[in-house]
């Protein structure tokens, strides 16, 4: 089983939608849970990381993380063109170093 | 708003010539990373650095590969001799102390021919 799982797409919604990204995980000594963007041939961008369960909210973005069910969310409201993008789910444990990341989602929103 | 630059943005060089590449981490931030990216693959973890020495690093992260800091504000990685599979795309990233995330420059891209 991979350490991390995400559906690599690609999805493709029209503008205004409702989007919702997920990723799926096995080890459970992860704690921070990372969500980033990155556009074509650029750096990763961080958009939100949480800490344990729960949900965080930051504009039209909400990340949300449980825990007991191994498996991590990422909400984008009222989408628009400028949110196309891939993007990449990335999760440590704690005091650890290294984020394993996910493949990644391709997503397009059509005008 | 800090962030992570890195040079070059694109690197071309021939199979077994050494290349360096180079990071300046966010100013305060005392962990420094290095992660590449193939082609249509996941980003991957190579090493992590602090207090001046490794501190992790992945198995991928083998003896042709070797980071530096070389004064205040640098971060390299080199690549003593390298291969056609070492083409990608090389991502330096740095956290500070609370280590809660990572913030990532915009990436090198090394071609080997």
């Known amino acids: 089983q991979k350490e991390v799982e995400q559906d690599p797409g690609p999805l493709s919604v029209p503008e205004g939608a409702i989007v919702s990204l997920n990723c799926t995980y096995s080890n459970s000594a992860f704690q921070y849970f990372m969500w980033y963007r990155q556009y074509s041939r650029k750096g990763p961008e961080l958009l939100m990381y949480t800490y344990s369960s729960g949900n965080k909210e930051d504009g039209r973005f909400t990340a949300q993380v449980d825990k007991s069910s191994k498996y991590i969310s990422l909400f984008i409201r009222d989408s628009q063109p400028s949110d196309s993008a891939t993007y990449l789910c990335?999760?440590?444990?704690?005091?650890?170093?290294?984020?394993?990341f996910g493949q990644g989602t391709r997503l397009t929103i059509n005008p | 708003e800090p962030e992570v630059t890195q040079t070059p943005s694109h690197q071309v060089t021939q199979m077994g010539q050494e290349v360096i590449l180079r990071c300046v981490p966010i100013s305060n931030h005392l962990y420094f990373y290095w992660y590449r990216q193939i082609l249509g693959q996941k980003v991957e973890f190579l090493v992590s650095?602090?207090?001046?020495?490794?501190?992790?690093k992945s198995e991928i992260f083998d003896d042709q590969f070797s980071v530096e800091r070389p004064d205040g504000s640098n971060f390299t990685l080199k690549i003593r001799s390298t291969k056609l599979e070492d083409s990608a795309m090389y991502f330096c990233a740095s956290s500070d102390l609370r280590l809660e995330t990572q913030y990532f420059g915009p990436g090198t891209r090394l071609l080997v021919l």
């Open positions: 650095f602090y207090n001046n020495e490794i501190s992790e």
């Open positions: 990335a999760m440590k444990g704690q005091g650890a170093q290294k984020l394993v």
